[in-house]
């Protein structure tokens, strides 16, 4: 058996995290409620509270047992209620091949069913917690089981999808434009443009979808990734700026100052008091 055991690989979570939803924010709500799109999966298992969440531009309300896998680079914001729980399952992209390629939003009425997936989350937990050999291979079969579970409950009926309309689809069109190309020079109207559709309709559909218009949408996408960055020391905040598309500093500052109130200065400043 020594022979067998003598080559078990050192603990490694391979990128998976388990964590309570507020813990996302770091004490900034824009961490969430911005929209953003984030390089990892995300399963968020609500069980208090009610909130929205926004995913792809189409907002639902969310409340207690409620489920909502985000697939990486899905375009979000979360706005929980001031009572809400919430754990957040993270995983890389790649770990497991089982996990849906769409969005899921499950309202799980079952208590069977609930209780499954607290069990899948607490096992996880205990071998993030424990720290031993062959974790990263847990990790992933463990994964591998919450994939089994969602799809199953979407077999049962319990998926909360809105249903499919060409406002939504457009929005989602939209949407996928925003995560591919925030960082670019383009304006809304651009994107309309692209998209085959007039800013005004573009615009109406979006506040009909989520209660923000598409310029909105983009606004919010592009200061999310400014504050993100602004939050670290480095790198420069020209760099940023141009990084995220803007023909100049003094036109990003002025950009964050309108949406913030603050500098870019002055909000590095700040993160560097809470680190």
């Known amino acids: 058996m020594a022979a067998a055991t003598s080559g078990a690989p050192a603990p490694v979570s391979g990128g998976v995290r388990l964590v309570p939803l507020a813990q996302l924010t770091a004490s900034n709500s824009w961490r969430l409620s911005l929209q953003h799109d984030r390089p990892e999966n995300l399963l968020v298992w609500f069980t208090r509270g009610q909130g929205r969440v926004t995913v792809n531009g189409v907002r639902r309300g969310i409340g207690a047992h409620n489920a909502i896998y985000l697939p990486a680079r899905t375009l979000i914001a ?14 890389p992209t790649g770990l497991t091949g ?21 069990a899948e989350l607490d096992a ?6 424990e720290d031993r050999p062959y974790m990263a291979a847990a990790l992933q079969a463990r994964i591998g089981l919450v994939a089994v579970w969602l799809h199953r409950q979407v077999e049962a009926g319990s998926s909360d999808a809105p249903r499919e309309t060409a406002a939504h689809r457009l929005v989602k069109r939209f949407a996928a434009r925003v995560v591919a ?20 309709h573009l615009t109406r559909v979006c506040r009909e979808a989520c209660g ?9 996408r592009r200061l999310y990734e400014a504050r993100l960055r602004l939050a670290q020391p480095r790198p420069a905040i020209q760099d940023i700026a141009s990084d995220l598309g803007f023909t100049s500093a003094a036109y990003f ?16 400043a700040q993160g560097a008091q809470v680190r």
Request: charged share 15%; proline share 7%.
């Open 212 to 220: 923000l218009t598409a310029a909105d949408i983009l606004t919010q």
């Open 253 to 268: 500052t002025r950009f964050v100052q309108q949406h913030t109130g603050m500098t870019p200065s002055a909000l590095r």
């Open 181 to 200: 190309q925030y960082n670019t020079d383009q304006t809304m109207a651009e994107h309309a443009e692209a998209l085959n559709v007039t800013p005004t």
């Open 98 to 118: 089982q996990l849906p390629h769409r969005p899921v939003h499950l309202r799980v009425r079952e208590s069977l069913a609930q209780g499954e997936l607290t």
């Open 124 to 129: 996880i937990q205990r071998e993030l917690r």
């Open 78 to 91: 979360i706005e929980p209620g001031p009572q809400s729980l919430a754990q957040v399952l993270i995983s």
